[in-house]
């Protein structure tokens, strides 16, 4: 079966620009989440949906962040503005339901000037 | 609130050595914890899922163990391999309705030939 697909691979932009990350996940799969990962650190997540409602957004940064999924199928999530700290690298992960194992894409990396 | 900690952060070891790796948890209220390999510029494959009820799982040359209460898990790799170079990474998943998964640093091995 083909894996999460992130894009784009790289993304570089200046300070207060906005940007955006797309992810498709698996086919069928209900559970959506989207993960920070700066680099040293472990991901973080920062959205999870269950179909295209959100089950967790707790440590979205909402003044500047936001994702969707419209459809309960293809996800997007958008920084703007964009600070230096956001520099990191942006995972996608998708699962069967709730209880399932979480399969990751490859990422978008994304760095901040 | 849940802190993962991975020690130690980077080991380096020669060919067919066998090793530990070590992570720790602060909360034992976990559903249940899993272990992670990233390659440079990748996502996150699973190696290891071991449920809160259980106490090891193993893989091939991989045998991952859950102490609960203690708060630890160890991931042994037999007869390493320079192709198992990579960051491990552990994660935990607290119980609730979420599967949310909270992860550690990750430890950087290096085997060498």
């Known amino acids: 079966e083909a894996g999460v697909a992130q894009s784009p691979r790289y993304k570089i932009i200046e300070k207060r620009q906005s940007v955006a990350f797309w992810c498709n996940p698996i086919s069928g799969h209900a559970t959506l989440y989207w993960y920070q990962q700066i680099l040293g650190q472990g991901p973080k997540l920062l959205i999870q949906f269950q179909n295209n409602g959100v089950v967790d957004d707790s440590q979205l940064p909402k003044d500047r962040f936001s994702a969707e999924r419209l459809k309960g199928v293809d996800s997007t999530l958008k920084i703007q503005p964009a600070k230096l700290e956001d520099s990191a690298v942006y995972l996608c992960?998708?699962?069967?339901?709730?209880?399932?194992?979480?399969?990751f894409g490859d990422g978008t990396r994304l760095s901040i000037l | 609130k849940q802190e993962v900690t991975q020690i130690p952060a980077a080991l380096s070891v020669p060919e067919g050595e066998n090793l530990v790796l070590n992570c720790s948890f602060t909360d034992s209220a976990i559903y249940n914890l899993q272990w992670f390999r990233q390659d440079p510029g990748k996502g996150l494959t699973s190696l290891l899922l071991i449920q809160s009820s259980q106490r090891e799982q193993t893989s091939g040359r991989l045998n991952a163990s859950l102490d609960k209460s203690s708060g630890r898990s160890t991931l042994y790799i037999a007869a390493s391999q320079p192709g198992d170079s990579a960051t491990y990474l552990c994660a935990v998943r607290p119980g609730g309705a979420t599967n949310k998964l909270i992860f550690g640093t990750g430890t950087l091995l290096a085997v060498q030939p």
């Open positions: 992960a998708s699962s069967l339901g709730l209880a399932q194992p979480q399969h």
